[in-house]
């Protein structure tokens, strides 16, 4: 199994990011890895091509998807500073920090460093195989190409843990990337599947909530106001609330509330994280009040909710193998 680093990035520099993206990002350096293996790859499944975190500050930088080498692969692309381009159907979005792109190779699909940016820094994962692909067409087909996600999710931690990992040699064998990269894909899934339900609503939801929305998505580990919330979705806070309730049939505190819970739980899921860190990860600065609210929502507590989920996790492993 050959992983090396892909070019001669190795700068700790982490860069001008705002907090939450540091606090993400804080241990991952500038290094970009490609995976190659001598024994069979799971191809079928799903296995990393290329990783990396990048920071480009010349307008050279351009990639056209159409004119890879690389074929038959996937990547994902999170900003975490700095401003790119990207550009599909003769349609251009910037990428700024919090936005990321999923995108096929070949394809008519352009990134790029435009000449008014001084800089673009980003995580990326490249994949290649069929559930990989079966990802991407579900997400693409129902949420577009570019996105807003918070540095905070799981989905952000997972890829940065990825990395990581490899940058330590861990994921040394062909099985193990490919296991990786199908818990990857899964919180992938996860993730926009939540997106999904939190859009039930559809295009019915006008854009003053949809805003609204995406403030808290990427804002709820902050001690946000309901004023800085209805601010967002430049409406008054009164108008705001009764728009917000009619909309979602519940209060946007409640919704705040919830949205933290959901994300704590996939934190004690996906981390080894103390209950006290997630706590003040998702937003709350009472510990003691964030186990009671846990509770509230889900029936047992944070610790509970880990050990009664690790124990069904071995109870499966144990049937698999019997």
Known sequence: ?????????????????????????????????????DEIEQNDIATVRYIGHEERRSSDYYWDNLNRVDTDTFMFQYTLAGKGIFEVNQTRYDLTPGKAFFASVPSDIRYFLPEDSTKWEYVFITLTGAEVKKCWEYIQKAHGYVFDISADSPLIQRLIKIHQDIAKGYLDSAFKASGKSYEWLMTCYHHFTEVKSEDTLGDELDEPIKQALIFIQTHFHQQITLDEIAESARLSKYYFIKKFKHCLDETPQTYLVKFRIRTAQDLLLSTSKTVKDIAFDVGFSDISYFRKVFRAITGVSPTEFRSLNALQSLENVVKEDA
Do not use: E, W
């Open 1 to 37: 199994m050959t992983v090396r680093p892909a070019d001669n990035q190795t700068n700790d520099v982490i860069g001008d990011h705002s907090d939450f993206l540091r606090k993400i990002i804080n241990n991952v350096k500038l290094d970009t890895f490609f995976l190659s293996f």
